[in-house]
């Protein structure tokens, strides 16, 4: 069983910067592979990033390509999501979501297994 705890979420203007933090429990994290996902109100989550739990390698959705960098550290159990360059669309409750194994080509809910509770990040224009 993993517990994640995400932090960092508040409101920030247009074009300003945000670094989200997921804490996970356990003493198995650098074998989990980790990812942000985000939920608009009215709208599916979807995916973000993700870090594979392979040598790290990552993968970002296209509309933060540039501007959003995820990572990890695996001796603090925490995975980052820095944002830069916020734009108002991207105001949406962040969540950090956990698997087994996996890899870059995880980005869809249904692959992963554990999910923190979420942190709301709002972009005013």
Same mark, same amino acid.
């Given at each position: 069983?993993?517990?994640?705890?995400?932090?960092?979420?508040?409101?920030? /203007? #247009?074009? !300003?910067?945000? %670094?989200?933090?997921? $804490?996970? *429990?356990?003493?198995?994290?650098?074998?989990?592979?980790? +990812?942000?996902?985000? /939920? #608009?109100? !009215?709208?599916? %989550?979807?995916?973000? $990033?993700? *870090?594979?739990?392979?040598?790290?390698?990552?993968?970002? +959705?296209?509309?933060?390509?540039?501007?959003?960098?995820?990572?990890?550290?695996? $001796?603090?159990?925490?995975?980052?999501?820095?944002?830069?360059?916020?734009?108002?669309?991207?105001?949406?409750?962040?969540?950090?979501?956990?698997?087994?194994?996996?890899?870059?080509?995880?980005?869809?809910?249904?692959?992963?297994?554990?999910?923190?509770?979420?942190?709301?990040?709002?972009?005013?224009?």
């Amino acid at each position: 069983q993993v517990q994640l705890v995400e932090s960092g979420g508040g409101l920030v /203007q #247009a074009g !300003g910067s945000l %670094r989200l933090s997921c $804490a996970a *429990s356990g003493r198995t994290f650098s074998t989990y592979t980790m +990812a942000w996902f985000r /939920q #608009a109100p !009215g709208k599916e %989550r979807e995916f973000v $990033a993700v *870090s594979s739990y392979l040598s790290g390698s990552t993968s970002a +959705a296209d509309f933060v390509k540039g501007r959003f960098t995820i990572s990890r550290d695996n $001796a603090r159990n925490t995975v980052y999501l820095q944002m830069n360059s916020l734009k108002p669309e991207d105001t949406a409750v962040y969540y950090c979501a956990a698997r087994r194994g996996g890899g870059v080509g995880s980005q869809s809910t249904e692959q992963f297994d554990y999910w923190g509770q979420g942190t709301q990040v709002t972009v005013s224009s």
